[in-house]
Every structure is written in C-alpha cells, then in structure tokens.
C-alpha cells in the first residue's frame, strides 16, 4: 500500500525557511510515471499547488511562489523535500505531498495524499 507522510517544524519564525519532508513507502519515487507534488491550504482558503518533481527527475513550480521554492529528493531514502523560502504568516496553511499520473492533481480524490502537516509562521 502506498503511503505518504509529511514531516516538518509546526512553527516557523518570519523569514526564516520552511524545510518539509514526504515520506513515501510502498513504491519507489523514482519508478513508474509519477508526479510527486507539494500543496497547501490556508485556512479558510483553497488549495494550491507548489510544485511537484516527477519520478525521472524533472522539476516544476507554480508561478507564485516559484522564486522561495526549492524541491529536491533523496532517492536513498525515498524521500521528496520543499524548501519554502522568507516565509511570512500569510504562509501558514496545511502542507500537503501528493502522488499523481498528473502534473498537478485536481484535488484530493485524485491520486495519494498524505495526512497532511500544520505550520504556523509567526510574526
């Protein structure tokens, strides 16, 4: 069974970065044809796609916040990281990783998702 499971500071200072892990068991994230992407959510807000690194390597950002991102992965450990730079409180949201044959999955009945993790940026 696959399983995804994000790890990470639940508290962030303001302009500091927001260092996030995915742990991925069950398949390797440098077989098949996936896409392995980070989301968020606000609070009261909707979802949105950071970026994602497919199972070849390549990587994509989303044009918001693409110059404060940074995703990387470490295929010894099966795991997939984010780098979100100069973070401020408007920042703070639930912090998704997903699994996908989409670049960017449409929501969260699409493809695998971790439980996902709070983080709060403080000012």
């Known amino acids: 069974q696959v399983q995804l499971q994000e790890s990470g500071p639940g508290l962030v200072k303001s302009s500091q970065t927001l260092s996030l892990t995915c742990s991925v068991s069950?398949?390797?994230?440098?077989?098949?044809?996936?896409?392995w992407s980070w989301f968020r959510q606000p609070p009261g807000k909707g979802l949105e796609w950071i970026g994602a690194?497919?199972?070849?390597?390549?990587?994509y950002y989303g044009p918001s916040l693409k110059s404060r991102t940074s995703i990387s992965r470490d295929t010894t450990k099966n795991q997939f990281t984010l780098q979100l730079s100069s973070v401020t409180p408007e920042d703070t949201a639930v912090y998704y990783c997903?699994?996908?044959?989409?670049?960017?999955?449409?929501?969260?009945?699409?493809?695998?998702w971790g439980q996902g993790t709070r983080v709060t940026v403080s000012s």
């Open positions: 997903v699994r996908d044959l989409n670049l960017v999955p449409q929501g969260k009945n699409s493809g695998s």
């Open positions: 069950g398949v390797s994230i440098i077989s098949n044809y996936d896409y």
């Open positions: 690194i497919s199972s070849s390597g390549d990587i």
